[in-house]
């Protein structure tokens, strides 16, 4: 498969001016850049889809994803700090659930890509 490319090397000012101007800034993107690193991992996103359908806690993740205990503590660590899903303890068991809409919104969209692909 061939690449398009330009064949002329001409700049439209305008046109790059308005579109730098309405970017959004660096240290935006960056971290924008950081979240969806967070979501590539197989195992985050089978936590986040079980998430989705219900609050579970760490045995329950492990069984639902044929993970450890240990390895899924770790992944819900980091979805934790990235603000993706919250902890509640009840007596000594700590269920997790997304931690907003957002989160779902992000998985349905990335689902709805794929799948038109």
Avoid: P, W
């Avoid at 959004?24 to 996103?45: C, H, N, P, V, Y």
């Avoid at 603000?83 to 709805?112: M, N, P």
Wanted: proline content about 0%; glycine content about 2%; aromatic content about 6%.
């Amino acid at each position: 498969m061939r690449e398009e490319m330009c064949e002329c090397t001409v700049i439209h000012k305008e046109t790059v001016e308005k579109v730098k101007e309405s970017m959004q800034s660096d240290d935006l993107l960056f971290d924008l850049a950081e979240l969806f690193k967070i979501f590539g991992d197989s195992t985050r996103m089978k936590i986040i889809c079980a998430l989705k359908m219900s609050e579970l806690c760490v045995c329950d993740i492990a069984c639902i994803t044929n993970s450890t205990q240990s390895a899924i503590s770790h992944q819900l660590r980091i979805l934790k700090q990235a603000k993706l899903i919250r902890a509640r303890k009840v007596g000594k068991v700590v269920y997790y659930s997304l931690a907003d809409d957002h989160v779902e919104k992000i998985f349905e969209i990335g689902c709805e890509h794929i799948e038109e692909i």
